[in-house]
């Protein structure tokens, strides 16, 4: 096996497992539990094809399971304080996600806070709903209601200011790996500034492990030293191996 099988089997998880928990907990009989799975298997399935940054689609593929098996296990219920770290955690993820799929890749801190605190919204509105037309054992109580809009919105702040954290180291690596690449020869300007187009282009997706086309590759090495800098991936990161989507 190689190593991009190999990656792509550890991916499956990651991406999939959503989809198994919903159709296992419908074919015994847990409809409501199904559904809330179906959100989970939506979310994978956003993070992975919206290219995600693959630290970040882990982590919130995770945070969306634990949620999703915290509620079928009835840990809310069991233990009274489980649902302030689920609430902080996931919100703070999925706003990222919701923000770069809805506004665009490149999602300012406030863009991201904004989002969290739309989604804590809608989630409350969706818990209201929930126990007024599916069941009555929902929470609802108006402390519980104030308290996980407070930490859905201070999940998302945390979660801006990594993101932002995040694309402040890229772009000065970036502009450090652009300083480094000038030396005597001039390269040419066409070939330089397609070369940093497609480098823009795959920064979202730098730790990936994904590999550039050769044909870039090989139009980047034709155009000299610096476009050549300038081409190669942010971090070691982006320098594995090409994978095969699941």
Do not use: K
């Amino acid at each position: 096996m190689t190593a991009g099988q190999a990656r792509a089997v550890a991916l499956l998880p990651v991406r999939w497992s959503g989809l198994g928990l919903s159709a296992g907990l419908a074919l015994t009989g847990h409809g409501v539990e199904a559904a809330v799975a179906m959100l989970v298997a939506l979310a994978q399935v956003v993070g992975w094809r919206s290219r995600l940054p693959l630290a970040w689609e882990v982590a919130t593929s995770a945070a969306c399971m634990v949620a999703a098996i915290s509620s079928f296990l009835l840990l809310y219920e069991r233990i009274p304080w489980w649902d302030v770290p689920v609430h902080t955690v996931l919100n703070g993820l999925l706003a990222v996600l919701v923000a770069r799929v809805v506004r665009s890749r490149e999602v300012s801190a406030a863009e991201v806070v904004v989002t969290g605190a739309v989604l804590a919204a809608v989630w409350e509105l969706m818990e209201l709903a929930g126990h007024h037309w599916v069941d009555p054992a929902v929470h609802i109580a108006p402390a519980d209601t104030a308290l996980d809009l407070i930490v859905a919105l201070g999940g998302s702040a945390v979660a801006a200011l990594l993101w932002r954290r995040r694309r402040s180291a890229h772009q000065q690596h970036r502009d450090e790996r652009h300083e480094q690449g000038r030396g005597s020869e001039t390269p040419d300007p066409a070939r330089h500034r397609a070369a940093l187009r497609g480098h823009d282009r795959r920064v979202d997706g730098d730790d990936r492990g994904e590999e550039q086309d050769p044909g870039e590759q090989e139009q980047q090495e034709s155009g000299g030293a610096h476009a050549a800098t300038a081409e190669r991936c942010i971090d070691d990161d982006n320098c594995g191996p090409s994978s095969t989507v699941p």
